[in-house]
């Protein structure tokens, strides 16, 4: 329902005039739009080295190729499917230890501390875009302040939640706190699934003190790959807008990206964040008073699902092609 309501106000907001401008829009870009597929790959690998360095963390070699293949085959999950990074995490889980032998729990505790870097990480971000937008934009007139109240809001909430689970983390409690509260409301079914699992999950939270173990360098070097993403992410926004013709800086142009990232992930039931970052453009572009801002939104959206659905063919058709990712092989 909440995506319907989400494309509804989508649908009020272009009118026809704007769908003929943004058709002009693309068809003024041509063959560049090829690239717009290369930052989404390029924040892969990122994420991979990241999260490389954290299975190091916890006492595992795994290849940064290895990690790449598998972050490439989950992403049609989590692009297409309703809670799609839920889905992505558990596929990781299983193709991971399946594939190099590397225990389920150990598998678990990285990604959970991957959730946490990426949260830290997104806080300095969205702080950074803010911060960067509010120095090109303060003073001119037509600029509405409510972005930048979002921004400062969102990396607060972000930085306290990345803060929050390293704490829980480093005192083993994360993944015990996180079923138990899950098990209070939900049903008899789950309850009785997460009892069963409760020794595996434990080690979850035991397998998270290696990482704290490994020294403050360690951590840091785990940190730096995940801030790198993001920029790489908001460089796909730059590139688009720029193709584009938009004229707004960079700094109102990361705020746009780390915003549209939030709301995302802030709405994640929602299969790709479909009308969540549409909506979230358009209003931006309008409250930073950019001229056209239906016309260059709805350009924008085209060419950012265009991308999406070409990922999730990619990464379906890898699925597919390499059944070895299924079968227990080498590192």
């Given at each position: ?8 106000l989508?649908?009020?907001l ?12 693309l ?7 090829a ?24 006492g ?7 990690l ?13 499917l ?10 990781k889980?299983?193709?991971l ?19 946490a ?14 911060l960067?937008?509010w ?9 509405a302040?409510?972005?930048?109240a979002?921004?400062t809001?969102?990396?607060a909430?972000?930085a ?13 409690t994360l993944?015990?706190?996180l ?6 409301w ?7 699934w ?19 173990a ?6 840091l070097?785990?940190?730096a ?8 992410e ?14 707004v800086?960079?700094?109102p142009?990361l705020?746009?990206?780390?915003a ?12 790709a ?5 549409d909506?979230?453009?358009i ?19 085209v ?15 890898f699925?597919?092609v390499?059944?070895d ?7």
């Amino acid at each position: 329902m909440l995506a319907v309501a989400l494309l509804a106000l989508v649908h009020f907001l272009v009118r026809p005039r704007d769908l003929a401008h943004a058709r002009a829009l693309l068809g003024s870009v041509g063959w560049p739009l090829a690239l717009v597929l290369l930052p989404t790959l390029v924040a892969m690998a990122v994420d991979a080295v990241g999260w490389r360095f954290i299975i190091r963390a916890l006492g595992h070699v795994v290849s940064v190729r290895r990690l790449l293949e598998l972050r490439l085959s989950v992403e049609a999950l989590v692009l297409a499917l309703p809670g799609g990074s839920l889905a992505g995490e558990v596929a990781k889980i299983a193709l991971l230890s399946r594939r190099t032998g590397v225990p389920s729990a150990r598998v678990g505790a990285s990604l959970a501390l991957t959730k946490a870097c990426l949260f830290l990480t997104d806080g300095l971000y969205l702080g950074v875009a803010t911060l960067w937008a509010w120095a090109e934009l303060r003073g001119k007139t037509g600029v509405a302040t409510w972005p930048f109240a979002l921004g400062t809001g969102a990396a607060a909430l972000t930085a306290v939640i990345g803060v929050a689970m390293f704490a829980l983390l480093r005192e083993h409690t994360l993944a015990t706190r996180l079923t138990t509260w899950i098990s209070r409301w939900a049903g008899a079914r789950v309850w009785r699934w997460i009892d069963a699992r409760r020794a595996g999950i434990a080690e979850i939270d035991e397998a998270a003190r290696d990482f704290f173990a490994a020294g403050w360098r360690a951590r840091l070097r785990c940190l730096a790959p995940f801030a790198l993403e993001w920029f790489v992410e908001g460089a796909e926004t730059i590139l688009i807008l720029r193709l584009l013709g938009a004229p707004v800086g960079l700094g109102p142009l990361l705020l746009l990206d780390a915003a549209g990232s939030f709301l995302r992930a802030a709405i994640f039931v929602v299969p790709a964040g479909l009308g969540v970052q549409d909506a979230a453009m358009i209003l931006l572009l309008r409250a930073f008073g950019v001229g056209d801002a239906v016309a260059l939104g709805a350009a924008y959206v085209v060419i950012k699902r265009i991308k999406e659905v070409c990922w999730i063919g990619a990464g379906t058709s890898f699925l597919a092609v390499r059944r070895d990712l299924w079968r227990r092989g080498n590192r």
